[in-house]
């Protein structure tokens, strides 16, 4: 008996992360929105070519993740990103300032991540689905904030190490307010999009593959890029270049 293109895909992967791969990158990549309700489990099925429990299992993946959440008689529906902290609100660093530190931690993270990260693991597939999400992002035309932070935040997470990812946390809240100052002064294009998505792959796939010099390059080298994307103010004069080799 042939094998349908479906079962094809499941020959390495299991049904419900296929699912929860394709509904992560929906999602992250805007098709469905904070607050919308995704279709029923019924219609997902059917879309997909599975059964209702294995899309049951993937709602599930996405939920602990805390990106969907089931509200009974209701439905499923999209989880927004956490708002920042409300103690960043009167006092918002600038873009250089969140930038820096991000490099002091970010270039670490993404070393530990290559060297600590086991292969065919959940959690690597949903970095690979918030890559996607950035691929295929129909909204090109704005800075991808919440796929940005969500694909930084995973890189973390990719460590196992709980008291690095609380550390770099308040970057990422303080990045989300700092860039919005910052997308009024300089429009973001679809170019810088693709860019971004390229870095964010490169980053990926050195991880994937266990190269934590590459890893860590690739990280800089995506950091760099977005602060001379979005700072006005010339270029970053610490730490230099290559500080982290």
Same mark, same amino acid.
């Given at each position: 008996?042939?094998?349908?293109?479906?079962?094809?895909?499941?020959?390495?992967r &299991?049904?419900?992360?296929?699912v /929860?791969? $394709?509904?992560l @990158?929906?999602?992250?990549?805007? &098709?469905?929105?904070?607050?919308?309700r995704?279709?029923?489990e019924r219609?997902? /099925?059917?879309?997909?070519?599975?059964?209702?429990? *294995?899309v &049951?299992q /993937?709602?599930?993946?996405?939920?602990?993740?805390?990106?969907? $959440?089931?509200? @009974? %008689?209701?439905?499923?529906?999209?989880?927004?990103?956490?708002?920042?902290?409300t +103690?960043?609100a009167?006092d918002v660093? %600038?873009l250089? =300032?969140?930038? +820096?530190?991000?490099?002091?931690?970010?270039?670490g993270?993404a070393?530990?991540?290559? &060297?600590?990260?086991?292969?065919? *693991? $959940?959690?690597?597939e949903l970095?690979?689905? #918030?890559? +996607?999400?950035?691929?295929?992002?129909?909204?090109r035309?704005r800075f991808p904030i919440? #796929? =940005?932070?969500?694909?930084?935040?995973s #890189?973390?997470?990719?460590?196992?190490?709980?008291?690095?990812?609380?550390?770099?946390a308040?970057?990422?809240?303080?990045?989300?307010?700092?860039?919005?100052a910052a997308s *009024? !002064?300089s429009?973001?294009?679809r $170019? =810088?999009?693709a860019?971004?998505?390229?870095?964010?792959?490169?980053?990926?796939?050195?991880?994937?593959?266990?190269?934590?010099?590459l890893? %860590?390059? /690739?990280? +800089?080298r995506?950091?760099?890029?977005?602060?001379? !994307?979005?700072?006005?103010d010339?270029?970053?004069d610490?730490?230099?270049?290559r500080?982290?080799?």
């Amino acid at each position: 008996m042939s094998e349908t293109p479906l079962q094809v895909m499941h020959l390495s992967r &299991r049904a419900h992360e296929f699912v /929860a791969h $394709e509904l992560l @990158v929906l999602v992250l990549s805007g &098709r469905f929105r904070p607050g919308d309700r995704l279709p029923p489990e019924r219609q997902l /099925a059917t879309t997909f070519g599975v059964s209702r429990p *294995t899309v &049951r299992q /993937a709602l599930g993946v996405l939920a602990a993740h805390g990106l969907v $959440e089931t509200r @009974v %008689g209701s439905g499923t529906f999209v989880v927004g990103p956490a708002p920042p902290e409300t +103690e960043l609100a009167g006092d918002v660093p %600038g873009l250089r =300032d969140v930038l +820096e530190a991000r490099l002091v931690f970010e270039v670490g993270t993404a070393r530990l991540a290559a &060297r600590r990260v086991q292969r065919g *693991t $959940e959690d690597l597939e949903l970095v690979q689905a #918030i890559v +996607e999400a950035l691929e295929r992002s129909p909204d090109r035309d704005r800075f991808p904030i919440e #796929i =940005d932070v969500a694909f930084h935040r995973s #890189i973390a997470q990719l460590t196992g190490n709980q008291q690095l990812v609380s550390l770099v946390a308040p970057c990422w809240q303080a990045m989300a307010t700092a860039t919005a100052a910052a997308s *009024t !002064r300089s429009r973001w294009t679809r $170019e =810088d999009t693709a860019r971004a998505a390229s870095q964010h792959r490169a980053v990926f796939e050195a991880v994937r593959v266990g190269d934590a010099e590459l890893a %860590g390059f /690739a990280m +800089e080298r995506h950091l760099r890029a977005e602060l001379g !994307r979005l700072a006005d103010d010339g270029p970053l004069d610490g730490p230099p270049a290559r500080f982290f080799a």
